[in-house]
Structures are given as structure tokens and as C-alpha cells.
């Protein structure tokens, strides 16, 4: 009798200490369009906007309202643009906006104005367009970014509860998207960019029902941007990104495994029938 009591414990502590496992999974809510101008894609950048919060005026240093930051890359002067390096913690350090960049390539490069010594969008005139002119955003010799947040203008590790932004020139499915992961470094989200076709834009976002979000890899294209006008091959896709958009990071809060809370849960059952059988 003793050890079926004790058994039916054990069992009803685990689920109970299980369950809000299954109450964590997050949600998310994706936004996406396309479109051959920036008029054209301003609706879907709204609605993402406007589920995050924050209104429609910026104050310093890309915030809306505490509750969400803009990253629009016109405000990188000219002597951090091609074809000089942006640095990897620009919007941490210089425009403290709680992100830091990482890729397996050399660095990033923020594309010139016109009437600089380099051409625009990269070289390719042809291939690239502006939703909030005049400058892009890439990797150099990779087609990866990795987009980690703080609390702004701090080393302390955050998590966000959305994040999006803008494409130029995706042509080819399945090689463009967005993963996101959780402060575990698990993977938690993952979605595919909309075609835009030769010099469109396209919006690819998503907001999740709690800041789970730690880290964001975006892949852009297949091919590589080696320097102004220089790609590591001629035939495969290349991308390039502009606005980056995301909830206001907050700091990482570390909740223990749902596995340890439930060892946790069985030695208190434990010592606590071993105290009765005691008395």
C-alpha cells in the first residue's frame, strides 16, 4: 500500500512538473509580402510594426516607444560603408541598439551613397533596390548573419519576442530564410523568403508569444559578395538586406530544464515520505 502511495506520487509530481513544458512551446505569427517598390511592401512592414508596438516616431537610437528598435542603415556614416568594415557591434557600441552581428565570412559591409568614391547597392545597380533609401546591408564572403541580442549598449545577453526585415533581389526559393533560436541555442522557428524577382523587395518576419528569441541566422541567397561589384560566382543568387525591425530586447531570464524540475520534484516526494514513514 505504502509503495502504490508512493508510486502514485511520484507519477502525479511529474506531470505536474511536465506540464508547463508543454505550456512554454511559443507561438508564432508569421508576416510576409513581396513587392516591385517599397510603397508596395510598406503595408505588411506596418502591420509587423504595429504588432509589436511602439507607434511610427524614432528616438534615439532606432527606439519606438521602449518597446521596439529599427535598424535602417542610413545612419552608418561614410567612413564605416563600403568599402570599409562595419563593425560587428556598430548598433551595440556606437548606436546602441542591442545588437551584435557574427558570420563565418569576413565581416559586413553597409553599402555607399551616391556621389561616393564606390558605387551604390554594392555594384549592382541592376540587381538590388532600397525600401528606405539610400543604403543596404550584407555579409562579406558569406551569405550568413547571425543577429544576437543584448540589453543596448551592454554585454548582458537579452531575448526578443519578434524580429524582421527586408530583401532585395530573392529569385531563387528555398534559399533565402530566417531561423530563430532560444537561449539554449535550440532552433524554434524557421521560414523561407518569398521570391521578390530582379530588384524586388520582400518582408519576411515573425513575433513569438514569449521573448524566446536569442538569436536570429539569417541566409541570404546562395552566393557571395566578395566587395563592391565582386560576387564568388556568376550564377547563383544573391541577396542583400535593408530595415531590420524587432521587439525591444529584454534580459535573458534562465528557467531551469523541465527535466531538472522534475528530479527536483521527486527527491522533495522522496524525503518527504521518508519523514512519515519515520514518525
Known amino acids: 500500500m505504502q509503495f502504490n502511495k508512493l508510486t502514485m506520487s511520484f507519477s ?5 512538473l511536465l506540464a508547463p513544458a508543454a505550456w512554454a512551446v511559443p507561438t508564432f505569427t508569421t508576416f510576409e509580402g513581396i513587392s516591385g517598390d517599397a ?13 509589436i508596438g511602439g507607434g511610427n516616431v524614432a528616438g534615439a537610437n532606432g527606439s519606438f516607444g521602449g518597446l521596439r528598435r529599427e535598424i535602417n542603415w542610413d545612419g552608418v556614416p561614410n567612413t564605416l560603408a563600403d568599402s570599409n568594415a562595419l563593425p560587428a557591434d556598430f548598433f551595440n557600441v556606437n548606436s546602441p541598439r542591442g545588437v551584435v552581428l557574427s558570420t563565418p565570412g569576413t565581416g559586413f559591409m553597409v553599402s555607399a551613397n551616391s556621389g561616393g568614391t564606390q558605387p551604390v547597392n554594392f555594384g549592382f ?8 533609401a539610400e543604403r543596404l546591408f ?3 564572403s558569406s551569405n550568413i548573419t547571425d543577429v544576437s ?4 549598449g551592454t554585454t548582458t545577453a537579452a531575448t526578443t519576442s519578434a524580429f524582421g526585415l527586408i530583401f532585395t533581389d530573392v529569385e531563387v526559393f528555398g534559399e533565402t530564410k530566417l531561423e530563430f533560436f532560444d537561449a539554449t541555442n535550440a532552433l524554434i522557428y524557421s521560414h ?7 530588384q524586388g523587395l520582400g518582408f519576411l518576419g515573425a513575433t513569438v508569444t514569449d521573448g524566446a528569441i536569442s538569436r536570429v541566422r539569417i541566409t541570404a541567397g546562395r552566393n557571395l ?8 560566382n556568376p550564377n547563383d543568387d544573391v ?7 524587432y521587439a525591444e530586447p529584454i534580459a535573458t531570464v534562465s528557467v531551469p530544464e523541465p527535466s531538472t524540475l522534475a528530479l527536483l520534484g521527486l527527491a522533495l516526494i522522496g524525503l518527504t515520505m521518508v519523514r512519515r514513514q519515520r514518525r
Request: aromatic content about 12%; cysteine-free.
Open 12 to 16: 502525479a509530481m511529474a506531470a505536474i
Open 39 to 51: 510603397a508596395g511592401l510598406t503595408a505588411v512592414r506596418n502591420s509587423f510594426r504595429a504588432a
Open 125 to 132: 545597380p541592376n540587381d538590388f533596390s532600397t525600401f528606405s
Open 138 to 140: 550584407t555579409a562579406v
Open 149 to 152: 541580442f543584448f540589453l543596448p
Open 192 to 198: 523561407f523568403a518569398l521570391t521578390t524577382g530582379n
Open 225 to 232: 559578395i566578395l566587395g563592391n561589384g565582386l560576387l564568388a
Open 239 to 245: 541577396v542583400a538586406m535593408d530595415d531590420f525591425i
